[in-house]
């Protein structure tokens, strides 16, 4: 992301992985058979607020990310906490430190936090976005979304930025600097999720509506 970490920060040791390939070869044929085994250690992870730009004067895509002001007209949080109680997972608001907005869990306690001191279209767009992350990436090996953050990160804002967009709340003020930072500004990047951006943004908005739906019916 053409950032690196400034001095004096502490990382947050978390256990990440890659796949080592060796290389057999049959004594009796001379056939080579590759073997691809996954292999798991501690690595050290930075919150962006604890990294500043390597190239000072390129145009950081944080400064054309702001967090969202107003209301959540829509009742896109209470929606979506439906949609994700009916899968099994619970919605909390916390106070969270540093500078993320929420996090969805991956030690199989299905919780997904969303930060208690947003304002509530903040709250919306984060709620979509770790919704998001739950409907493409908590069955996934978490050192998958370690090894892939920019991707995956790209992923879930651009679903909850179309979400959004169906359901009247635009995020375009948070959601264009934010994946600009994640996909690095490579085009390639968001050609790549497209398919699954929109697989997800059509199952999620599908599904809180409908839940929207049949609560005001009821």
């Known amino acids: 992301m053409a950032r690196q970490v400034r001095k004096g920060e502490c990382g947050i040791r978390i256990f990440g992985g890659r796949d080592i390939v060796t290389t057999e070869e049959d004594e009796r044929t001379g056939e080579e058979t590759e073997h691809r085994t996954r292999r798991f250690f501690p690595v050290s992870v930075f919150d962006m607020s604890q990294t500043d730009p390597i190239d000072l004067e390129a145009e950081d895509p944080s400064t054309i990310t702001h967090k969202l002001t107003g209301e959540d007209a829509n009742g896109i949080v209470d929606a979506v906490t439906d949609y994700l109680a009916g899968q ?6 916390e106070p969270i430190p540093g500078a993320a907005n929420g996090f969805t869990t991956t030690d199989g306690s299905r919780r997904v936090v969303i930060d208690a001191d947003l304002s509530p279209a903040q709250a919306a767009k984060t709620a979509l976005h770790e919704a998001a992350h739950v409907i493409l990436h908590a069955d996934e ?3 998958e979304y370690v090894e892939h953050r920019g991707i995956k990160e790209t992923e879930a804002e651009s679903v909850a930025y179309v979400v959004a967009g169906i359901l009247g709340l635009d995020t375009s ?3 264009i600097g934010y ?4 996909s690095c500004g490579e085009a390639q990047t968001i050609k790549d999720a497209a398919a699954r951006v929109l697989r997800a943004a059509h199952m999620l908005a599908d599904a809180i509506t409908e839940d929207k739906e049949t609560a005001d019916a009821a």
Do not use: F, K, L, Y
């Open 88 to 93: 099994g997972w619970t919605v909390e608001h």
């Open 141 to 143: 090996d978490p050192a």
């Open 173 to 175: 003020a948070c959601s």
């Open 179 to 182: 994946v600009a930072g994640w």
